[in-house]
């Protein structure tokens, strides 16, 4: 055999060529990762920085104890709408959650079993992609058109309908990454599925389950479109929820495209309290419930 051949120290020209040009790429690939990943750090950091040099200022405790301002009218505050969205995103939640568990419950346990299923799972992709605007007028179509007035229940129909899905998606991704082995033993010991499904599976990942249902408010708090067609809006503090309701994005549509100075500085106000609100949904959802699935 020729030892040239198999020599380690004989220099091999084509591996290193291709070996720089791979090592080019890489680094061209890198660079360009970083670089987009800085633009949009970049341009977030520019909207908080924002938000937060406009909105502290309009903190005050008026703005929490005080309704919106009639138009040219000095002071006021956002109590109505922090209420009015207190009602709506409760109230969609509690709908909401029961159903999106359970439903995503049945995915798991038969999502491979019947068409019924696969029909769920696929009417459900198609909702989480549906823009809210489309949702916010089905509701209006098939509830306020048929009471012929606006309402704080309206409001919650239209943002439990968006939130169900993601609910869904959520427990039956968490579900599906029980071991097999917990569930057999389950089985073994000879308790019914439907037991085993409810106290071996779903108590194995409620901590991923409760994320969902985290991330799902955090996705509907901010909503505007569908408020606009169903809950409107009102000037006025109200706790009745079968007629419009006051809540905070639609508050700041309106209140960011006024003339009036104090209601375009009550509009950073609250989008300030909704971005907040909506971080401090996603960090307790990914801090406080985190939880390791068990081998």
Same mark, same amino acid.
Do not use: C
């Given at each position: 055999m020729n030892q040239a051949a198999i020599n380690p120290q004989e220099p091999i020209v084509p591996m290193n060529k291709v070996y720089r040009k791979r090592l080019f790429r890489h680094r061209v690939g890198i660079a360009m990762s970083v670089l987009a990943m800085s633009l949009g750090l970049a341009v977030l950091a520019w909207i908080l920085v924002t938000l937060v040099i406009n909105g502290f200022s309009a903190l005050s405790v008026n703005m929490f104890t005080e309704s919106t301002p009639a138009p040219g009218s000095e002071g006021g505050g956002l109590a109505n709408a922090i209420f009015g969205s207190f009602m709506i995103v409760g109230l969609s939640t509690l709908v909401s959650t029961p159903i999106g568990i359970l439903a995503g419950m049945y995915l798991a346990e038969y999502g491979n079993e019947n068409k019924l299923a696969a029909v769920t799972r696929f009417v459900t992709d198609i909702m989480?992609?549906?823009?809210?605007? #489309?949702?916010?007028?089905?509701?209006?179509?098939?509830?306020?058109?048929?009471?012929?007035?606006?309402?704080?229940?309206?409001?919650?129909?239209?943002?439990?309908?968006?939130?169900?899905?993601?609910?869904?998606?959520?427990? $039956?991704?968490? +579900?599906?990454?029980?071991? %097999? %082995?917990?569930?057999?033993?389950?089985?073994?010991?000879?308790?019914?599925?439907?037991?085993?499904?409810?106290?071996?599976?779903?108590?194995?990942?409620?901590?991923? #389950?409760?994320?969902?249902?985290? +991330?799902?408010?955090?996705?509907? %708090?901010?909503?505007?479109?569908?408020?606009?067609?169903?809950?409107?809006?009102?000037?006025? @503090? %109200?706790? $009745?929820?079968?007629?419009?309701?006051?809540?905070?994005?639609?508050?700041?549509?309106? @209140?960011?495209?006024?003339?009036?100075?104090?209601w375009r500085e009550l509009a950073w106000g609250g989008a300030l309290l909704v971005t907040f609100s909506v971080l401090a949904l996603n960090i307790v959802s990914r801090t406080m419930f985190s939880q390791k699935i068990p081998n």
């Open positions: 989480l992609s549906a823009p809210s605007i #489309v949702i916010g007028m089905f509701v209006w179509a098939a509830y306020v058109a048929t009471t012929n007035h606006y309402s704080g229940y309206a409001g919650s129909i239209a943002l439990a309908l968006i939130a169900v899905p993601v609910v869904v998606r959520t427990t $039956d991704n968490m +579900l599906r990454l029980v071991p %097999s %082995s917990l569930l057999e033993a389950a089985f073994a010991l000879g308790a019914p599925r439907w037991k085993v499904a409810m106290t071996v599976r779903l108590r194995a990942v409620k901590a991923g #389950v409760i994320t969902g249902v985290l +991330l799902a408010v955090a996705r509907i %708090s901010g909503e505007t479109a569908p408020l606009l067609f169903t809950a409107l809006n009102n000037q006025f @503090f %109200s706790k $009745d929820m079968n007629g419009p309701m006051a809540n905070l994005p639609v508050v700041i549509y309106g @209140f960011a495209m006024s003339p009036y100075d104090n």
